[in-house]
């Protein structure tokens, strides 16, 4: 799944569009803490693992080639004192017969030389076709011992060479044995045997110089120690920890040993014989470095995580405060701009009311002017006096109500929302019944279909009729004089409809796309604020409807308002 | 000097009736209309000084009898009667008064603007 999925899923990225309730400033701050503190961590966190993953390879490499340059450099300088000492017996056994050899004072003498020379030998014996030592220097009496039945006489006769493991001899030290077998006419071999004790290769493995932590030694391939060891045992012990896999090159394994620490083990196995070289080292030592470093990185991390969720929280709080002041303001000044077009609506309204008073109050006034008229021209009428008083009581009746009416025009009070259980067609007719007048005299075919039976529906009269003046208002803008305006009613489900059509001049689609911005008016300068559509879809997405239009260009528009069909006690309920 | 004659357009004839007997009465030849295609053919026939023209009425409005008026006898002077408030008369609009008006005022603009022709 892809990131933005994944935030997608955990509602991340679906920020609330409407401000308005402290929830939702606290929905919207959490999210945006978390999307900010995950969209910084994330990569910190990844560059931490990478740049850690990286020294650590190059740290690793740079502590184990060293090791593995030093097994490699002392396998060679065994393998070589081995092959070494197995060339001068087997230079011994081709430079000499078997009968020269045979005699013990030649033996003896070669004997001398060879240990002058070489060092490391412990005995030298001659052995016959038929495996008995004939011929025998060093320090044990083994002349005449027969070793026919021995496995290393068998693989001396079939391989012409030998060199045995470590093994202890009669004075419990440790030697190797190795032998070369020379064929003499008649198909007849006999066996040149020299023993070497393990001091030099003891002598190899101290010039490593390991630390008192670490240990070196030789093993064979099936695990028994040929060289004392710090941890694991002694020669011919078998060594507790698995032997590493094969390899033709030096080489490094890590493993857990049998004291329980993680270990490094470098080793190198030897060419031509059974054995393996093996350096340990305890990782905690080798990666002493490593491990400081990694605690460093990690404090780092922690301390950048730290101060990145300091800043996110500090930051976010400031921004949602600044944002939820901001949108205060803007509540404000919306509910200012409603106000005023409020206003404009009853100044309208009031126009309308005054106009429909003042028209009879003009009759009255011109009929009791008359009558008065009339009265002071007779001069012998009867109850003169009390006549041109009452007639002067009615005319000052008339200028309190102009005064009331003009009064009325200039009159506009702040309305609070009120919500009630209202039957729809009847806020369509009230409405209606304001601009009915300016219908007649422009002869606009002003045609009602409202709906029978409409169950009563919970809003607010005066927002409804608001609303409906400003449609009618626009509609009447639309339409040229005997133009034809619709208004429907009608039950649609869950929902009363009320649409408002006309045969007006349509909009374009341009024009219906910013249909609901806030000053996008297409009338005349100085006849619109553009604000009326704009107002009208904000009453009706908090009365909990909906609006929509539709419209033609040179054909008309219909603007439709859907309201939720609830009563005052369900929504309280 | 000659005198006054006035044309009152209103569709509310008992308005109309009232104040045109009262002009009379006054000393100021009244007729009434109480439509506008009804009033232009009395100005073609009678040629008043002064129109009383109401705004709002079926039919032919006050604005564009206002027009008419303006086009073929330019010398007529025009008096708005209103019910409404604030009503925007145009540049050509004489004077206007705001119903129901008072007699004496009336009389006095129909004069001043006689005059003024």
């Known amino acids: 799944m892809s990131l933005s999925g994944w935030l997608k899923n955990l509602s991340l990225l679906d920020f609330p569009d409407e401000g308005g309730s402290p929830e939702i400033y606290r929905l919207l701050r959490r999210r945006i803490i978390v999307l900010m503190i995950l969209i910084t961590v994330i990569p910190l966190f990844s560059m931490a693992m990478i740049n850690s993953h990286q020294y650590r390879k190059t740290l690793s490499q740079e502590i184990v080639n060293p090791l593995l340059v030093l097994v490699n450099k002392s396998k060679h300088s065994m393998e070589l004192f081995l092959a070494e000492r197995l060339s001068v017996v087997s230079f011994i056994g081709s430079e000499h017969s078997f009968e020269e050899l045979a005699d013990e004072g030649n033996l003896n003498r070669i004997f001398r030389v060879m240990k002058q020379e070489f060092g490391g030998f412990v005995d030298l014996g001659l052995i016959d076709e038929n495996g008995v030592q004939v011929s025998y220097v060093g320090p044990y009496d083994l002349k005449g011992r027969n070793y026919s039945e021995q496995p290393w006489f068998h693989e001396v006769r079939s391989r012409g060479t030998f060199i045995s493991d470590v093994f202890m001899g009669f004075r419990r030290f440790p030697h190797i044995a190795m032998a070369v077998q020379r064929k003499i006419e008649g198909g007849k071999s006999w066996t040149l045997r020299a023993t070497i004790d393990t001091h030099t290769i003891d002598e190899l493995i101290a010039s490593m110089r390991l630390d008192a932590t670490s240990d070196g030694f030789l093993v064979t391939r099936d695990g028994t120690l040929q060289t004392a060891t710090r941890n694991y045992g002694g020669v011919l012990d078998h060594f507790p920890v698995g032997l590493p896999p094969f390899s033709g090159e030096p080489n490094s394994t890590e493993t857990t040993d049998s004291l329980g620490r993680e270990i490094l083990m470098a080793y190198a196995y030897f060419q031509n014989s059974p054995f393996i070289l093996v350096v340990v080292k305890p990782r905690g030592e080798l990666f002493r470095s490593w491990y400081t470093l990694k605690s460093e990185i990690f404090y780092v991390f922690i301390a950048g995580v730290l101060i990145i969720v300091l800043v996110v929280f500090k930051l976010t709080g400031y921004l949602i405060h600044r944002l939820q002041e901001s949108d205060e303001r803007r509540e404000a000044v919306f509910r200012e701009i409603e106000h005023s077009h409020k206003l404009s609506s009853i100044g309208r309204l009031a126009a309308g009311v005054a106009h429909e008073i003042n028209n009879p109050m003009a009759v009255i006034n011109e009929k009791a002017g008359l009558m008065k008229d009339l009265i002071e021209l007779e001069s012998d009428f009867k109850d003169r006096n009390r006549f041109l008083a009452l007639t002067d009581a009615i005319i000052n009746s008339v200028e309190r109500c102009r005064s009331i009416t003009h009064r009325l025009l200039g009159f506009a009070r702040r309305m609070e929302p009120h919500i009630e259980d209202l039957d729809i067609n009847e806020v369509i007719r009230e409405t209606v019944g304001f601009v009915e007048k300016e219908a007649l005299y422009r002869n606009l075919d002003l045609r009602l279909q409202l709906g029978d039976n409409l169950p009563e529906i919970a809003s607010d009269r005066g927002q409804l009729q608001q609303v409906f003046l400003n449609l009618l208002s626009n509609a009447f803008a639309a339409v040229e004089d005997r133009g034809t305006i619709t208004i429907c009613t009608c039950d649609c489900g869950d929902v009363l409809s009320v649409s408002v059509e006309d045969n007006g001049c349509g909009m374009s689609e341009e024009t219906l796309n910013r249909f609901y911005e806030p000053f996008f008016s297409t009338k005349k300068k100085g006849h619109g604020t553009g604000l009326g559509m704009f107002i009208t879809y904000g009453i009706i997405k908090r009365l909990g409807g909906r609006i929509e239009a539709k419209s033609k260009e040179g054909q008309g528009t219909t603007i439709t308002v859907h309201l939720p069909k609830t009563l005052r006690s369900q929504q309280t309920g | ?117």
């Open chain 2, 1 to 117: 000097m000659e005198q006054i004659r006035v044309l009152l357009v209103d569709d509310e004839e008992e308005f109309t009736s009232a104040l045109a007997e009262r002009l009379n009465m006054r000393g100021i030849p009244t007729l009434t209309s109480s439509g506008g295609e009804e009033a232009l053919k009395m100005i073609e026939a009678c040629h008043p000084h002064v129109v009383l023209l109401d705004m709002m009425m079926p039919g032919l409005g006050g604005k564009e009898i206002q027009a008419r008026i303006r086009l073929n006898h330019p010398d007529i002077s025009v008096i708005f009667l209103t019910g409404h408030g604030a009503t925007e008369f145009g540049p050509e609009c004489n004077d206007y008064l705001i119903k129901p008006v008072n007699i004496g005022e009336l009389i006095r603009k129909i004069q001043s603007i006689s005059k003024k022709d």
